[in-house]
């Protein structure tokens, strides 16, 4: 049987892949090992977990889409999302980011690419198997961490599925692997698509 402990170096371990701060990092695995349970956290946990580095952690945690602000100003997209470091806040964990810190305290890996193909499956996508193709192609199409709804149909019709764009763009962004990118009008407008935001803790 394996103690806390382990579990909380696995996880660390695999964060470090990520990030190279030792001591944000030790911070932000027992965070997140608190916070995936039940799929939110507030400041004042935070608080009692990270002590003097809390308001780092959110920063760290929201800046890469591991946790993000319950309080939103206009939309749940992420930009729409007000992020305060303070008591009375609290913030959630996208369900692709669960399921990476539960695989990574079992093996000390972060593998988005079997969280990407179990989450799909528990959400009952028939084409769970290439979810994790679709979301390669993504970021491979993706500059600064964005897409356009045009390239999105592209990768999925490459892939045999561009007769359902429209249910896996939905998928995509329920799943937390992306959120819209409402806030670039100039840029929409430009590119006469929508245009959507990747999860950055997936590249």
């Keep these: 049987m394996k103690t806390d402990g382990n579990y909380m170096n696995k996880l660390e371990k695999a964060l470090n892949r990520l990030f190279k701060n030792g001591e944000l990092t030790s911070c932000l695995a027992s965070v997140l090992a608190h916070a995936s349970k039940k799929g939110r956290i507030s400041y004042h946990e935070v608080a009692k977990i990270a002590n003097d580095n809390a308001e780092d952690i959110v920063l760290l945690g929201n800046e890469w889409r591991l946790l993000l602000p319950m309080r939103t100003v ?6 729409d999302r007000l992020l305060l470091c303070e008591m009375g806040e609290s913030y959630e964990v996208p369900n692709i980011v669960s399921c990476l810190v539960e695989e990574a305290t079992k093996t000390g890996r972060w593998d988005p690419e079997y969280a990407i193909t179990k989450l799909f499956k528990e959400m009952d996508e028939p084409a769970w198997e290439r979810m994790p193709k679709l979301v390669e192609g993504l970021q491979e199409e993706a500059k600064d961490y964005k897409v356009t709804a045009i390239q999105i149909k592209k990768i999925c019709s490459e892939l045999g599925l561009g007769d359902r764009v429209d249910t896996l763009i939905a998928g995509l962004k329920a799943s937390g692997v992306m959120s819209p990118k409402l806030s670039s009008i100039a840029e929409v407008s430009r590119e006469g698509t929508p245009i959507y935001e990747l ?5």
Excluded: D, I
Aim: aromatic letters at 10%.
């Design 199 to 203: 999860n950055p803790s997936l590249l």
């Design 74 to 79: 206009k939309s749940a997209a992420w930009e």
